[in-house]
């Protein structure tokens, strides 16, 4: 599993902690927690096309990748590829 680390004001620090602790778990498990939930709640915000960020990402990699089918002609022949 990758280790991130990072640096913070005291402040917050104290703040991770009591908040940790009202959870029941460890610091880091509550940041693990509270980092997880965050970055699925912007991965499944729509983008301008009615996409999620999510799916249009996977999209791009898919695109960097060379894992796609077409372009097409016509939609029918999308279609007809979809269904294949």
Known sequence: MPLISFKTDDELAVKLKIAAKHKGINTSAYIKLALKQHVDGDLSELTKNG??????????????????IGPFDDVEEGIQALKS
């Open 51 to 68: 996409l999620t960020v999510a799916e249009e990402q996977e999209i791009l990699a898919a695109v960097k990748r060379g894992d796609y």
